[in-house]
Structure formats: C-alpha cells, structure tokens
Nanobody, 126 residues
C-alpha cells in the first residue's frame, strides 16, 4: 500500500520561500515518477511539477517555472518542492502524488493515474 506524507507547509509572506517534502512508503520509490499538484479554494486541482523516476527530467506548470524546483532523494524515499518568490496566488493545499505505473516520464505527468497524499496547506500573505 502506497503512502505519501507531505510536510513543510505553512504561512509565509509574499516573496518568501518554503520547501515541501513528501515521504513515500509501500513500494520501491526510485522506480516511479512523482509530482505535486495544488488546489486553491473554489478552484480545481492543478498540476504544479513532476520529476521522472530517476530524477533526470522535470516538468513545471507555466505559473511556477523559474520559481519552484522539484527534486528527489531516492535514498530517503522523499520528493521535495522548493518554492521561492512566493505570491499570494500560490496559496493552496499542495498535494504530493506518485505515478501508479513504473518508469514514467515527467512529461505530461498530469495525465497519469496517481496515488495522492493528504495535502499540506501553503498560505502566502500579501
């Protein structure tokens, strides 16, 4: 059974930084692509970033390119989302996800069938 546990959310001022972590368990972490999504109040869940199974390629939503960085540490079974230059519009619940199929790409990760974490709140004040 795949489990994903996010941490690192909180309240930050606009222009600040946060790093989200997602600890995975229940299968061989290094064989699967991972991603982050977010959902703001009253809006649909949207793709943020993804990283392929080996960590050699990534993809990002246009809204976060140049500000957010996804990475993974396969030795720690953990994926990270480093967020910089945060804006009030980044306020959302951030969800970690894990591809259900092995050896997936970061490209078009948002089309995959994935497992979900419980989410962590990120609030950016203006």
């Amino acid at each position: 059974q795949v489990q994903l546990v996010e941490s690192g959310g909180g309240l930050v001022q606009a222009g600040g930084s946060l790093r989200l972590s997602c600890a995975a368990s229940g299968r061989t972490f290094s064989n699967y692509a991972m991603g982050w999504f977010r959902q703001a109040p009253g809006k649909e869940r949207e793709f943020v970033a993804a990283i392929n199974w080996s960590g050699s390629s990534t993809s990002y939503a246009d809204s976060v390119k140049g500000r957010f960085t996804i990475s993974r540490d396969n030795a720690k079974n953990t994926v990270y989302l480093q967020m910089k230059s945060l804006k009030p519009e980044d306020t959302a619940v951030y969800y970690c996800s894990a591809d259900k199929a092995p050896y997936g790409l970061a490209y078009k990760y948002y089309d995959r069938s994935v497992y979900w974490g419980q989410g962590t709140q990120v609030t950016v004040s203006s």
